[in-house]
Every structure is written in structure tokens, then in C-alpha cells.
């Protein structure tokens, strides 16, 4: 992936408007992968407990 197409992904997610931090995770993890071969780069999910917490807060 070329920085130029990572900079598309994350302006096509951002303009839909409903893109969070973890909308952009994937975009960055091949980005990563492609500059860095042989390295694994790992895109984690949030822990299930955050989101149940982020869910109560007012």
C-alpha cells in the first residue's frame, strides 16, 4: 500500500462520518505490513469490557 492510498482510505472513512479510531486500524496495519516486510503488525480489537463501558458513560 502507498501512503497515497492509505491517505484515500482514511479521507473516504472520515467522509462517510461515521469512522471512529479503530475505523482507521486496518488502513494502518497494511500500510505498515507493506513498508515493513517480515514484520507482523497486529490490529486488536477493543477489549469487550471497554466498549461496554464506553457504552455507559454519560
Known amino acids: 500500500m502507498t501512503p497515497q492510498i ?3 482510505q482514511l ?3 472520515y467522509q462517510a462520518g ?3 479510531e479503530h475505523t482507521y ?3 494502518l496495519q497494511a500500510l505498515l505490513e507493506s513498508a515493513l516486510p517480515g514484520v507482523a503488525v497486529t490490529n486488536e480489537p477493543p477489549h469487550p469490557r471497554w466498549q461496554t463501558n464506553r457504552q455507559h458513560q454519560p
Request: net charge positive; glycine share 0%.
Open 6 to 8: 492509505y491517505l484515500k
Open 11 to 13: 479521507d473516504q472513512h
Open 18 to 20: 461515521i469512522a471512529t
Open 25 to 27: 486500524r486496518a488502513a
